[in-house]
């Protein structure tokens, strides 16, 4: 009678703790470690390196003289304002802090452009090219990024 | 229904190792992309300091610049790497609840 009582106690405890436990893994049966995946973004960043792009292809046309900084002025500000809108989007998702740094480089290699374009008010062939270069592998990664989280 | 702790722990195994199998080879494949990009670029960079195309200070501006670039594309294994892990644990907690599920 004992043994009995002992053994219906134990599963008792058993059917007891596997409830508990299935409770606990229902209620937080996911683990999310990166945001949830946003087409849009990958779009916007797909859509700023086609301008980037577009901008040191046009500077490619002209020559050293012809590419002064008011010139190339609105462009900047155009894109600067775009990778600030994207960092926007970035920032208000949760668990996206790779991707906010990632945005936030950018930005600073941007600014850094502008500024030195500003003070010298001339852009030579071999800057193009490498700042071009850059920038495309920038948002390759930008865009890996929120490709994965899908 | 009895619950066979082990027999569940082998399907965990088995469902997180197939939810990411077709995808962790992206890791090893970009972190290639990285540095054979990177070896390009740095390839160019010093052809054009030869040539007189930088000056010193341009060329160690263009270095650190790099930096920023490559700095953008690791985080992006960091990305990977925390997706797959996402991926594969959820797989294998998905497992185990329903394993639970069917014996309560």
């Known amino acids: 009678m004992k043994t009995n009582y002992v053994f219906t106690n134990t ?4 059917f007891y703790l596997l409830v508990l436990l299935s409770s606990f893994l229902i209620s937080s049966c996911t683990v999310q470690y990166v945001a949830q995946y946003d087409e849009t973004v990958k779009n ?5 390196a086609g301008e980037v792009d577009k901008f040191f292809i046009e500077q490619l046309e002209m020559t050293e003289n012809e590419r002064t ?5 609105e ?11 994207l960092l926007t989007k970035n920032e208000i998702r949760a668990l996206n802090n790779q991707s906010i740094k990632q945005n936030e480089l950018a930005l600073k290699l941007w600014l850094d452009d502008k500024e030195q374009h500003k003070k010298k008010d001339k852009v030579s062939d071999a800057i193009i090219n490498s700042h071009r270069s850059q920038f495309k592998r920038i948002f390759i990664a930008m865009a890996k990024g929120e490709e994965v989280k899908n | 229904m009895s ?10 195994k088995t469902a997180a190792f197939d939810a990411v199998k077709d995808d962790v080879h992206v890791i090893p494949d970009y972190i290639n992309e990285i540095f054979e990009g990177e070896k390009d670029a740095l390839k160019i960079l ?21 930096k920023d670039v490559l700095e953008t594309q690791m985080l992006t294994i ?3 790497t925390l997706a797959l892990a996402q991926k594969a644990i959820n797989a294998a907690m998905d497992v185990l609840i329903k394993a639970i599920s069917l014996v309560i």
């Open chain 1, 44 to 48: 916007e960043i797909i859509r700023i």
């Open chain 1, 75 to 85: 462009k900047y500000l155009m894109i600067e304002v775009d990778l600030n809108s």
């Open chain 1, 11 to 14: 599963l008792s405890k058993q």
């Open chain 1, 69 to 73: 900084y008011l010139y190339a002025k």
């Open chain 2, 3 to 12: 619950f066979n702790i082990n027999e569940v722990l082998n399907n965990m």
């Open chain 2, 46 to 66: 010093a052809e054009e300091r030869l040539a007189g195309n930088f000056t010193d200070e341009e060329f160690l501006h263009e270095l650190e610049r790099e």
């Open chain 2, 78 to 80: 960091e990305i990977m």
